[in-house]
């Protein structure tokens, strides 16, 4: 989920009504902006609820609270991010991109263009997701996590297409060291291992796969995927 979802700890005592607990202020601000007249804190509620669906995993309730706060503030941000995650999350492609280019056309932000790049190459036009991902590692206030998985998407496409050489030229951009392992660096290296074992390079793949072993044993199915190269 986006940290534009993440509420930021209050510096007075008080604390905020709890209909706005979960959001940060930046998108209550947002939602009294944008939303009908007189359909603030309903629109706030929701998009609340929709939130908190979707931090437990449920897409599809997501979905109805989100829908219901886009009929409430259709020109909401958040509540198309929202609204898109829990499309997205349900396998709901079309939907899903729609509602996240409204998001990034109304925010102007990048950092779900990964989530863009997804729903492209589910439809079938992977050769989409390459520039999305472009776009993202050239943008600034991208968080890393979201460069390195736009980067997977399109790395991904790229591969389906037969595209290998392209493929690793991608995923290098994201630079990595062996010392240093986050989950989007392991990702990259997955990814990376999965596509040289695609085209044909074993070893190499092999490689990717041990440096991932050496920071988390149990990531993936990494060790699964080393054996079957021995």
Not at 24 to 36: D, G, M, T
Not at 71 to 88: D, F, I, K, M, N
Request: glycine residues 6%; hydrophobic residues 45%; aromatic residues 4%.
């Amino acid at each position: 989920m986006s940290n534009a979802f993440r509420p930021r700890p209050s510096a007075g005592r008080r604390r905020p009504a709890p209909v706005r607990a979960s959001l940060p202020r930046e998108v209550v601000h947002e939602l009294r902006a944008v939303a009908r007249a007189g359909s603030a804190d309903r629109a706030i509620a929701r998009l609340e609820r929709a939130v908190e669906l979707l931090e437990r995993g449920d897409a599809r309730g997501a979905a109805s609270e989100a829908a219901k706060a886009k009929a409430l503030a259709p020109r909401s941000s958040a509540v198309r991010e929202a609204l898109g995650l829990a499309l997205y999350g349900q396998g709901r492609w079309r939907e899903a991109l729609s509602e996240m280019q409204a998001y990034r056309r109304l925010s102007g932000r990048y950092d779900q263009n990964h989530i863009i790049a997804d729903c492209h190459r589910a439809l079938g036009h992977p050769e989409r997701a390459v520039p999305l991902a472009e776009e993202a590692l050239a943008a600034r206030g991208v968080p890393l996590a979201a460069k390195a998985e736009a980067v997977v998407v399109a790395a991904s496409a790229l591969a389906d297409m037969g595209r290998y050489e392209q493929a690793l030229g991608l995923l290098r951009r994201v630079r990595t060291r062996e010392d240093v392992a986050g989950p989007e660096v392991l990702r990259i290296w997955y990814v990376t291992g999965s596509v040289l074992a695609r085209a044909g390079r074993p070893q190499e793949a092999a490689r990717e796969f041990r440096k991932i072993l050496r920071h988390d044993p149990a990531a993936f199915d990494t060790a699964e995927r080393l054996a079957q190269l021995a």
